[in-house]
């Protein structure tokens, strides 16, 4: 363009220039044409370029899946040039925009704790093994067999069969609500509560109320302007709010409104997932209290229109803990799934599987020293109960010895018997607790 617009302005002044000038501006005219050949031949040579590039790339695929040592040296200054050219071709494009990876980690429990989806309840009634302050009634759907738990309008609803949210559990079921619910209705509040009495105290949870110790998850499936969705995560330890978080989501709105809910609890942590993806992962949000119950809350006063939310295929289970990571990263793995005889150091069969991976895990590890803790419940005396605590750990040490041939010098065994208590020995979910081994990375 610039060599067209240089040839316009000599033939300009060629017409209108004095004659005195005519040899100089023939020289500028010769100049000009022989500037715009060497630009048509660089460009040229470009697509020249360009197209040895592509043959290169051809020809370096084909030696990329040969296995030859006489094209070592081609194949060398092929993925060299290969490179440049995407150096170059990198830093000539906008943006270069980076794609984070990252995964959905969601595993199930295996050990199932409750599961309900209301197969022996009737049609219009409200479920059996449920407890509320307000109504609901199971329904089906035209098109499937399936049972729901329709929710009524206001109230808190809560399954009489979980008496215990394990420090190491996932919590699921399928959630579905009316596609025209309105914005003005308060949402959907999960809540994983500290009950003293199971007859009352689960009506604390409501919208403005809550109880001592809980973990709330609320969801809600239009948020302003309607294209979106909404949740929210509350935690309340000891009365006090310690952590409050809200946010849009788009994976549970108006037109995506049937979704499956997961909840995984390790120990303080919290994940949440709906349809597998993750919305929220709080590392300290349970504290330290008996957690017991699941308490739905829901609050439509303002509900303008028949809409409801409803819910199904409900699954608490135990998870597989991940004894690897804490073992070799953060030195400590507790466990109640070593079990033993009743006032006796010999172990249950049924513990064998965990016992074998910590096995697999020292032979894999020779380096890695433990130190072995037994804990129990506080039935008997003080002075057995220790004594108890450490035979048991002395045992535990005996089957890796024997079974994996770990050498005795790098597993200690010590006993706490009750001293120790991480729950109420009071309740028969709390002793469970307390009955616990302790693997500590020395």
């Given at each position: 363009?610039?060599?067209?617009?240089?040839?316009?302005?000599?033939?300009?002044?060629?017409?209108?220039?004095?004659?005195?000038?005519?040899?100089?501006?023939?020289?500028?005219?010769?100049h000009a044409k022989e500037k715009a050949k060497r630009e048509a031949e660089r460009r040229s040579k470009r697509r020249i370029?360009?197209?040895?590039?592509?043959?290169?790339?051809?020809?370096?695929?084909?030696?990329?899946?040969?296995?030859?040592?006489?094209?070592?040296?081609?194949?060398?200054?092929?993925?060299?040039?290969?490179?440049?050219?995407?150096?170059?071709?990198?830093?000539?494009?906008?943006?270069?925009?980076?794609?984070?990876?990252?995964?959905?980690?969601?595993?199930?429990?295996?050990?199932i704790v409750f599961t309900d989806s209301f197969k022996n309840d009737a049609i219009g009634d409200f479920p059996v093994t449920?407890?509320?302050?307000?109504?609901?009634?199971?329904?089906?759907?035209?098109?499937?067999?399936?049972?729901?738990?329709?929710?009524?309008?206001?109230?808190?609803?809560?399954?009489?069969?979980?008496?215990?949210?394990?420090?190491?559990?996932?919590?699921?079921?399928?959630?579905?609500?009316?596609?025209?619910?309105?914005?003005?209705?308060?949402?959907?509040?999960?809540?994983?509560?500290?009950?003293?009495?199971?007859?009352?105290?689960?009506?604390?949870?409501?919208?403005?109320?809550?109880?001592?110790?809980?973990?709330?998850?609320?969801?809600?499936?239009?948020?302003?302007?309607?294209?979106?969705?909404?949740?929210?995560?509350?935690?309340?330890?000891?009365?006090?709010?310690?952590?409050?978080?809200?946010?849009?989501?788009?994976?549970?709105?108006?037109?995506?409104?049937?979704?499956?809910?997961?909840?995984?609890?390790?120990?303080?942590?919290?994940?949440?997932?709906?349809?597998?993806?993750?919305?929220?992962?709080?590392?300290?949000?349970?504290?330290?209290?008996?957690?017991?119950?699941?308490?739905?809350?829901?609050?439509?006063?303002?509900?303008?229109?028949?809409?409801?939310?409803?819910?199904?295929?409900?699954?608490?289970?135990?998870?597989?803990?991940?004894?690897?990571?804490?073992?070799?990263?953060?030195?400590?793995?507790?466990?109640?799934?070593?079990?033993?005889?009743?006032?006796?150091?010999?172990?249950?069969?049924?513990?064998?599987?965990?016992?074998?991976?910590?096995?697999?895990?020292?032979?894999?590890?020779?380096?890695?020293?433990?130190?072995?803790?037994?804990?129990?419940?506080?039935?008997?005396?003080?002075?057995?109960?220790?004594?108890?605590?450490?035979?048991?750990?002395?045992?535990?040490?005996?089957?890796?010895?024997?079974?994996?041939?770990?050498?005795?010098?790098?597993?200690?065994?010590?006993?706490?018997?009750?001293?120790?208590?991480?729950?109420?020995?009071?309740?028969?979910?709390?002793?469970?607790?307390?009955?616990?081994?302790?693997?500590?990375?020395?």
């Amino acid at each position: 363009m610039k060599v067209i617009k240089l040839l316009l302005l000599i033939l300009l002044l060629l017409g209108s220039a004095p004659r005195v000038q005519s040899q100089f501006l023939k020289k500028l005219a010769k100049h000009a044409k022989e500037k715009a050949k060497r630009e048509a031949e660089r460009r040229s040579k470009r697509r020249i370029d360009r197209g040895i590039d592509k043959v290169y790339d051809k020809t370096e695929d084909k030696i990329d899946g040969k296995d030859s040592k006489k094209n070592d040296h081609k194949k060398g200054i092929f993925s060299k040039n290969k490179k440049k050219r995407k150096r170059r071709k990198k830093s000539n494009s906008a943006g270069n925009k980076r794609t984070a990876k990252s995964k959905n980690d969601f595993v199930p429990g295996n050990k199932i704790v409750f599961t309900d989806s209301f197969k022996n309840d009737a049609i219009g009634d409200f479920p059996v093994t449920w407890n509320t302050n307000s109504s609901g009634e199971i329904v089906t759907f035209d098109d499937d067999e399936t049972k729901w738990l329709k929710l009524g309008e206001k109230g808190q609803f809560t399954p009489d069969g979980i008496t215990d949210i394990p420090e190491n559990s996932t919590f699921e079921f399928d959630l579905y609500v009316d596609d025209d619910y309105s914005f003005y209705s308060s949402g959907l509040r999960i809540n994983f509560v500290e009950v003293k009495n199971r007859k009352t105290d689960f009506t604390q949870w409501q919208r403005f109320r809550h109880g001592k110790n809980g973990v709330r998850l609320w969801l809600h499936p239009i948020a302003a302007g309607g294209k979106a969705g909404q949740t929210g995560i509350t935690s309340y330890q000891d009365n006090q709010k310690i952590i409050e978080n809200k946010k849009n989501i788009n994976n549970f709105t108006k037109n995506h409104n049937l979704i499956h809910v997961g909840v995984w609890r390790q120990k303080k942590r919290i994940r949440v997932y709906i349809d597998g993806k993750k919305i929220w992962d709080l590392p300290r949000a349970f504290g330290d209290a008996n957690y017991n119950a699941i308490v739905f809350d829901i609050d439509n006063t303002y509900n303008s229109a028949e809409t409801y939310f409803y819910i199904t295929n409900l699954r608490l289970a135990v998870a597989g803990e991940d004894m690897r990571k804490a073992l070799l990263e953060t030195g400590k793995f507790v466990t109640n799934n070593i079990l033993f005889n009743v006032n006796s150091a010999a172990i249950q069969s049924k513990s064998y599987d965990i016992l074998n991976k910590i096995g697999k895990i020292l032979v894999e590890n020779p380096g890695l020293k433990l130190k072995i803790v037994g804990h129990t419940d506080s039935d008997g005396s003080a002075a057995s109960n220790l004594k108890l605590s450490k035979k048991r750990a002395e045992s535990i040490k005996n089957y890796l010895v024997k079974h994996f041939g770990i050498q005795s010098s790098r597993l200690k065994t010590e006993g706490k018997g009750e001293s120790q208590p991480v729950a109420s020995n009071k309740t028969k979910a709390g002793k469970a607790k307390n009955r616990r081994v302790e693997f500590v990375k020395l």
